[in-house]
Structures are given as C-alpha cells and as structure tokens.
C-alpha cells in the first residue's frame, strides 16, 4: 500500500490548478503554462545520485519558454534543511536539470486538471 500522508483528492487538485490559472490573479500572469511533463527516465536518473529529496524552481529561459528546474538535495541535520546540490557546492556532481517540457503543449487534453 502507498504511502497516502502527500496524496491529495482530485477535488482539491483541481481547485489548486484553478487557482494557479486564474485571469485575476497573479500566480501565473507570464503564460497558459498549466503544468510540465517530466520523463521518468529522467526523473530515476536523478533520484539514483544519492539524493535525500528534489527542489524544483521555476523559470523563464531566452525565449520566454517557461521552465522547471530540478536539482538534489542532501538533508542537514545541523540546520533541519534540505540543501541545494548545486554545482558551486558539490565537485563532479550537483547538477541542476531542465528535462521538463511545458504544457501547453504537451498536455494531455482530457485531463480533469485541465
């Protein structure tokens, strides 16, 4: 059985999705972007690096293309925080991933997310 404590209802999805596509709002005022669609390859690439959790942050590359960025993180206990394994921290290694792809366009049309 999974783990349910991070799984949500879809009712409750769907408000959030709504809420993030709202014309008065301000979450996302630069496009239509909806949502990003993540190759698993990609994603057991990542996790298999040691990482204890993943960040993602969002971005804007040249051609305005919306972005989320993905890098590892190790946890410290010192300070109770996950720490970015970003390239200026980790030698050989702590790389920051743009695999993503926006949707629109690559979205699944018959999504009750959409």
């Given at each position: 059985m999974k783990d349910s404590k991070n799984i949500i209802p879809l009712t409750t999805a769907q408000a959030w999705a709504k809420k993030w596509r709202r014309e008065e709002g301000t979450y996302n005022s630069h496009h239509e972007l909806h949502a990003f669609l993540i190759p698993k390859e990609d994603l057991?690439?990542?996790l298999s690096e040691g990482v204890d959790a993943?960040?993602?942050y969002l971005?804007?590359?040249?051609?305005?293309?919306?972005?989320l960025m993905i890098v590892g993180t190790k946890y410290d206990a010192v300070t109770d925080t996950y720490?970015?394994?970003t390239p200026d921290r980790i030698v050989n290694s702590g790389?920051?991933?743009?695999?993503?792809?926006p949707c629109p366009p690559?979205?699944?049309a018959a999504s009750p997310l959409n």
């Amino acid at each position: 059985m999974k783990d349910s404590k991070n799984i949500i209802p879809l009712t409750t999805a769907q408000a959030w999705a709504k809420k993030w596509r709202r014309e008065e709002g301000t979450y996302n005022s630069h496009h239509e972007l909806h949502a990003f669609l993540i190759p698993k390859e990609d994603l057991t690439g990542l996790l298999s690096e040691g990482v204890d959790a993943v960040r993602a942050y969002l971005g804007v590359d040249d051609q305005d293309v919306e972005k989320l960025m993905i890098v590892g993180t190790k946890y410290d206990a010192v300070t109770d925080t996950y720490v970015d394994m970003t390239p200026d921290r980790i030698v050989n290694s702590g790389h920051i991933y743009d695999f993503t792809r926006p949707c629109p366009p690559s979205c699944d049309a018959a999504s009750p997310l959409n």
